[in-house]
């Protein structure tokens, strides 16, 4: 198995895409519309963010969950016992946000929102006639007005050297929600995990978009497109000094939609929060 990046203008590009959904969990596109000067000025002013004492003043909402995590509270992967190297901030257009990193970031809230919206209508339209009767209403509805939509700007720092033994950047997890859009870190160390159970390099040509499905997509689709498992390695050598910085954006799909006979979006998303310990 290997990831194949795919040009998003090419005129086969949504069967492609959707192939690669279907074999690997995973598709990366180049060429696509987001802009790449808008993820950079994001990475250099929220890696300035990271750096700075401000981000105290941020710390999380408990209740609400948007705001700043310190990488002492950082999640711990499911069936994990050691806690990711990371801290990150939560954003939702109507949390907490520092004032100058607003405009751009709710501006590519926006713009991943709506490529994400489109990349739905290509996998609905390139499913299969039986797992498109599973959706109980077209895929890019799910999303639209959602405010669950979650996008996380995540900040590995340097290693140290003084990490738990075993701890790594991102352990093995599959995410909760439909779809995530990522673009590519400035940093490697994204990995998926093959049918073979080898651990393959996303390609992360920097400007690339990947996209995986989440659980509820696969859920959605009665398995037929895989949440597969992917980490985010620790850095070697000369990079050990480098901060890497990545910003997925976990499409949620309205809290009411029904995704299978067993689940609506709200009650799997609380029954995994509950796995998790964060509710
Ligand atoms: O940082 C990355 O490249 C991936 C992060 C990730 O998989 C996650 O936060 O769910
Ligand atoms: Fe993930």
Redesign the pocket.
């Known amino acids: 198995m290997k990831l194949e990046t795919i040009d998003y203008r090419s005129p086969d590009a949504a069967a492609q895409f959707v192939q690669s959904l279907r074999d690997t969990g995973f598709g990366v596109l180049s060429n696509h519309p987001i802009q790449q000067s808008l993820v950079e000025a994001i990475y250099k002013d929220w890696y300035e963010f990271f750096q700075s004492g401000a981000k105290e003043e941020f710390r999380f909402n408990p209740e609400t969950q948007d705001g700043f995590f310190p990488a002492d509270v950082s999640e711990t992967a499911k069936g994990h016992s050691v806690k990711d190297i990371k801290e990150y901030y939560h954003v939702y257009p109507w949390g907490r946000i520092p004032e100058s990193l607003r405009a751009n970031i709710l501006a590519y809230y926006d713009h991943a929102n709506q490529l994400a919206a489109e990349l739905l209508s290509w996998v609905e339209a390139h499913s299969p006639d039986e797992v498109k009767a599973l959706f109980t209403e077209p895929l890019p509805n799910m999303i639209d007005g959602s405010h669950k939509t979650l996008l996380?700007v995540?900040h590995y720092p340097p290693m140290k050297g003084d990490e738990e033994p075993g701890a790594i950047r991102?352990a093995a997890?599959e995410?909760i929600n439909l779809l995530?859009v990522?673009p590519a870190?400035n940093e490697p160390?994204?990995q998926v995990k093959a049918k073979d159970g080898t651990w393959l390099d996303v390609p992360s040509d920097f400007g690339n978009i990947i996209i995986n499905i989440g659980d509820m997509l696969q859920e959605a689709s009665g398995g037929y497109f895989p949440s597969t498992s992917?980490r985010?390695i620790n850095p070697e050598g000369m990079d050990k000094t480098k901060s890497r910085i990545?910003l997925?954006l976990f499409l949620h799909p309205r809290p009411d939609v029904v995704l299978s006979e067993r689940y609506t979006a709200d009650s799997y998303l609380m029954e995994r929060l509950r796995e998790l310990g964060v509710i």
Do not use: I, M, N, Y
């Open positions: 996380r995540l991102a997890h995410d995530t990522l870190a160390g994204l992917h985010v990545s997925p």
